[in-house]
């Protein structure tokens, strides 16, 4: 692995106006890798959302995506999720991508529209206990069910054999709207199978459940591949905001 000064775009290190700069040459050609893959296999690139996933960088590279109009960002640590959304303000939609504890719901489930990563039924109950609560009052937590379908046993997600009866446990939860399915999959292996997988699952339960529609699948290195089999959510970091420095914020998440 290369080293990189933390002084590039270390999550603690002084905003780099040179990042910042370079973030809107770097989404414009990621939404248009996203719409050459989309037209390889006559999709159209509206059908897929770029979550711009901002672990790890600094608000003031974040706010350079905000300020060049894209609103959808991604986090994946309850703590700085938080401190990102309160940098950020209000014009932003927020997904929550990573492992979430149980402890960090209340928190969390404000925050992020729509959670990517429930893999077991009690996340998604004590998500619906927290919906309960009178600042929730008449709101819907949106999620999707993440879903283990490279069979990595160092990745988060339910089995693909446990994933029907969980997505059908969750949607039967009370202001909890599960719309579909979320992937990571292994390292080091060609993706397309997972995806593949992934999109079979989506279809399978669709059938039974309409409105089982996203499909979360693709990152920095792998999007187009992703796009090419159905992705409707890509999550992209470094693609977006240049090289991230290696922190503790990432350890077991990827
Ligand atoms: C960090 C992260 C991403 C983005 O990864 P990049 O390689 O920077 O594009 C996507 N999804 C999840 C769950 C992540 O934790």
């Given at each position: 692995m290369e080293m990189r000064s933390?002084?590039?775009?270390?999550?603690?290190?002084t905003p780099d106006p040179e990042a910042a700069a370079q973030v809107p040459r770097r989404l414009a050609a990621v939404h248009r890798r996203v719409a050459d893959a989309a037209q390889r296999v006559g999709r159209?690139?509206?059908?897929v959302t770029v979550v711009a996933?901002?672990?790890?960088?600094?608000a003031a590279v974040v706010q350079a995506a905000v300020a060049d109009g894209h609103v959808d960002l991604g986090e994946s640590r309850a703590d700085e999720l938080l401190a990102k959304a309160r940098a950020i303000g209000p014009d932003v939609r927020w997904h929550f991508v990573g492992q979430l504890q149980r402890n960090k719901v209340r928190d969390v489930v404000p925050v992020?529209?729509?959670?990517?990563?429930?893999?077991?039924l009690s996340l998604a109950e004590t998500m619906a206990r927290r919906m309960d609560r009178p600042d929730r009052a008449g709101h819907v937590q949106r999620v999707l069910v993440q879903v283990n379908a490279g069979e990595d046993p160092a990745k988060a997600g339910c089995s693909l054999g446990e994933a029907g009866d969980l997505v059908a446990a969750v949607r039967s939860l009370p202001a909890i709207r599960c719309e579909g399915l979320m992937t990571i999959p292994a390292m080091g292996v060609d993706p397309r199978p997972t995806f593949v997988r992934l999109r079979q699952l989506r279809d399978e339960l669709r059938e039974r459940?309409?409105?089982?529609?996203?499909l979360s699948m693709g990152m920095s290195g792998d999007f187009e591949v992703a796009v090419e089999e159905g992705a409707t959510i890509v999550r992209i970091g470094e693609a977006v905001f240049g090289p991230r420095v290696r922190s503790p914020w990432e350890d077991g998440v990827t």
């Open positions: 933390p002084t590039v775009s270390g999550p603690s290190g159209s690139p509206q059908a996933v901002s672990k790890g960088f600094p992020a529209g729509l959670v990517h990563s429930v893999d077991r459940f309409p409105e089982i529609e996203h």
